[in-house]
């Protein structure tokens, strides 16, 4: 069993945080106004872009060899047109730089809340989660934590790949905006 830690309330960290529960792991959520303490082995930062900065900068000593993983797709919510990171760069790798002693993992962010609730994407395909990190460590207890979730969890590869991450969450994203595909859909992999 790993404690897992969850800033933010809303329907992603709450489908996320259910998933964890499924695995039989234990689950705390800190909301905005919380006070941080009794942080768990892996902090999920289910919150907007904007805001897991915040919370990075914050809180960088309470997270020290914590697993953060960022679940944010860092999209220009006013135009729902562009990432608001470097294009060489990418929301999880701004936050590795503000947290220097945390193991950051980019997950989740590919994924509708819908899609983690009903462990599908559309009618058949098992959602699965896709992770990127430059610690294999904490890719393996992020995938052993979720093993009896029902989801899948496939390993992206190092770090520099949450650039290509965040891209297909944007692009996923954008196309369920305009009702081109629905939230209980989205891209699947079949192996």
């Known amino acids: 069993m790993t404690k897992v830690t969850i800033f933010g309330k809303g329907n992603m960290g709450k489908a996320i945080g259910q998933n964890f529960v499924d695995a039989r792991n234990e689950v705390n959520?800190?909301?905005?106004?919380?006070?941080?303490?009794?942080?768990g082995e892996i902090v999920i930062l289910a919150v907007p872009y904007p805001a897991a900065l915040k919370i990075a900068e914050k809180n960088s000593e309470k997270l020290e060899n914590k697993i953060v993983v960022d679940i944010?797709?860092?999209l220009n919510f006013e135009t729902w047109n562009e990432l608001v990171v470097p294009a060489n760069s990418s929301a999880?790798?701004?936050l590795a730089s503000k947290l220097p002693n945390?193991?950051?993992?980019?997950?989740?962010?590919t994924t509708f809340a819908a899609t983690l609730v009903s462990k599908q994407v559309g009618d058949k395909q098992q959602t699965t989660v896709m992770m990127?990190?430059?610690?294999?460590?904490?890719?393996k207890l992020l995938a052993d934590s979720l093993k009896e979730s029902?989801?899948?969890?496939v390993d992206a590869g190092a770090l520099k790949r949450a650039r290509e991450l965040e891209a297909f969450g944007f692009l996923q994203m954008t196309l369920a905006a305009k009702e081109k595909?629905?939230?209980?859909?989205?891209f699947g992999i079949i192996k």
Not at 29 to 39: L, M
Not at 150 to 153: D, S
Not at 181 to 186: D, M
Request: net charge negative; proline share 2%; charged share 25%.
């Open 102 to 109: 945390s193991k950051v993992v980019k997950a989740f962010n």
């Open 150 to 153: 029902g989801l899948a969890v």
């Open 181 to 186: 595909i629905s939230w209980n859909g989205g």
């Open 29 to 39: 959520y800190i909301g905005s106004d919380d006070t941080v303490k009794n942080i």
């Open 72 to 74: 944010t797709n860092p």
């Open 132 to 139: 990127a990190s430059d610690d294999e460590t904490a890719k």
């Open 92 to 94: 999880a790798a701004e």
